[in-house]
C-alpha cells in the first residue's frame, strides 16, 4: 500500500504543507475551519504523521538537509566533501538525499525533509521549480542553492556563472574563425541546457549572428551515444559543447567511428571537469571548477543564517547570493 504524504494531504485540503505541519503540532495560528478540512484530508487519506513530524520547530536539531541528484556524483562528490568539512567545524550533522530522475519525487523528498525536522536545507540541483522553492520557503527554514542563483525568501545561494563561461568561450572560438558551435542538450539538467545555449546566443549576437544549433535528443531516444552515432553520418559541427562528462565521452566515441578526428575534424567541449576528462585520449577540455568551495562556502552561508547574529551581519554584509569564478582549461581536444 502507498505511503500518503504531508505533501497529499496538503493537496487534499487545498492548504499549505505549512498549515498541514501546523495542524499535525496543534498550533493555535490556525483557524477553526481550515483545521477541520486538514483534519478531513488527514481522515480520509489516512495519513499517519510521523513522530518526529509531530516535534517539528520545537528545538532545533543540529542537522542540515542535503538534496544532490545522482546523475554527477563525481562532481558532487566534492562539493559535499567541503559541505561536510565546515559542518564538522560548527558540530552540525548532514542528512543526504538524492534525486533520481524518474525515481525519486522531489515531493517525496520535501515531506521526508520535513518529517526529520531539519535545521536547513542545502540543494544542489538545478531541476528544481519555482513550486518546490515556494514550498520549501513556507516553512521559514533557511534554504542554500549550490549552482544557480536563486531570488526568494529564506534562500541564499552560491552559484557559477554558467551562462557567462560559455558565453566568453563560444565568442573565442568565433573570433578564432570556428562559426559552427553545437549545444547537446542535457535532459537530465533542463536548466544548464539553457544556460549554456543563453551564453552561445549572447556570443553569436555580439557577432551579428543568431544561435539555432541545439542538438536536441529526442525523448524516445535513451541513448546519447546512440542517437549521436545516427547524427555524425549527416552532421559535422566544428565544435560541440557539453554540459557531463558521460556526454562528452558519448561525443567523442561516435565522432571517432564516425571517422571525424579529434580535435582536427570537430572539437570537444565538457563543461563540468572531472577527473574522467583526463583519461580519455584526446583529454577533454573542460572548466575547472571550485566544487570543494562550493560545498564549503554553502554551509557557511547556512551557519550564518543559523547563527542570525547581528555582528556577522555587519562583518559580512547581507549580499545573499556568492558567485565562485571559474577557469577554462583547453586540452587535447580543442585547439584554441
Known amino acids: 500500500m502507498k505511503k500518503v504524504t504531508i505533501y497529499e494531504v496538503a493537496a487534499e485540503a487545498e492548504v499549505s504543507l505549512a498549515t498541514v505541519s ?5 498550533s493555535d495560528l490556525v483557524k477553526e475551519s481550515t483545521r477541520k478540512k486538514v483534519e478531513e484530508a488527514i481522515s ?11 516535534s517539528l520547530a520545537l528545538k532545533r536539531s543540529t542537522t542540515i538537509a542535503l538534496v544532490v541528484p545522482e546523475a554527477s556524483f ?14 564538522k567545524i560548527y558540530n552540525y550533522n548532514i542528512y543526504l538525499h538524492t534525486i533520481s530522475e524518474g525515481i525519486v519525487d522531489f515531493k517525496d523528498v520535501i515531506d521526508s525533509i520535513i518529517k526529520t525536522r531539519v535545521d ?18 513556507e516553512y521559514n527554514i533557511p534554504i542554500v542553492f549550490i549552482g544557480n542563483k536563486i531570488k526568494a525568501n529564506n534562500v541564499s545561494s552560491v552559484y557559477i556563472d554558467i551562462k557567462q563561461a560559455v ?5 573565442k572560438f568565433i573570433t578564432e574563425g570556428y562559426k559552427d558551435v553545437a549545444i547537446l542538450e542535457d535532459r537530465k539538467n533542463d536548466y544548464s541546457s539553457k544556460q549554456l545555449v543563453a551564453g552561445a546566443s549572447k556570443a553569436y549576437e555580439k557577432h551579428g549572428m543568431k544561435f539555432d544549433n541545439q542538438i536536441k535528443i529526442p525523448k524516445a531516444q535513451r541513448s546519447t551515444y546512440t542517437f549521436l552515432t545516427e547524427y555524425f553520418k549527416t552532421n559535422k559541427p566544428e565544435v560541440i559543447i557539453a554540459n557531463r562528462d558521460s556526454q562528452a565521452i558519448a561525443i567523442m566515441n561516435a565522432a571517432n567511428e564516425a571517422g571525424y578526428k579529434i580535435p582536427e575534424d570537430m572539437q570537444i567541449v565538457c563543461i563540468i571537469d572531472t577527473k574522467y576528462n583526463k583519461m580519455f585520449r584526446p583529454q577533454l577540455s573542460s572548466f ?7 560545498g564549503a562556502v554553502a554551509m557557511r552561508m547556512m551557519t550564518k543564517q543559523l547563527s542570525n547574529k547581528e555582528e556577522d551581519q555587519e562583518k559580512d554584509g547581507s549580499d545573499k547570493n556568492i558567485e565562485l569564478s571559474y577557469l577554462f582549461t583547453p586540452r587535447g581536444s580543442t585547439k584554441i
Not at 536547513?120 to 520557503?137: A, C, H, P, R
Not at 558565453?167 to 565568442?171: F, G, H, P
Open 288 to 294: 575547472v571548477m571550485p566544487s570543494y568551495d562550493l
Open 120 to 137: 536547513g536545507v542545502v540543494i544542489y540541483n538545478d531541476n528544481l521549480t519555482g513550486i518546490d522553492i515556494e514550498t520549501l520557503s
Open 44 to 54: 480520509k487519506l489516512g495519513y499517519k504523521p510521523n513522530a518526529v513530524a509531530q
Open 74 to 87: 563525481v562532481f558532487t562528490g566534492q562539493i559535499i566533501n567541503g559541505l561536510i568539512d565546515v559542518a
Open 22 to 26: 501546523r495542524v499535525i503540532n496543534g
Open 167 to 171: 558565453n566568453e568561450l563560444v565568442d
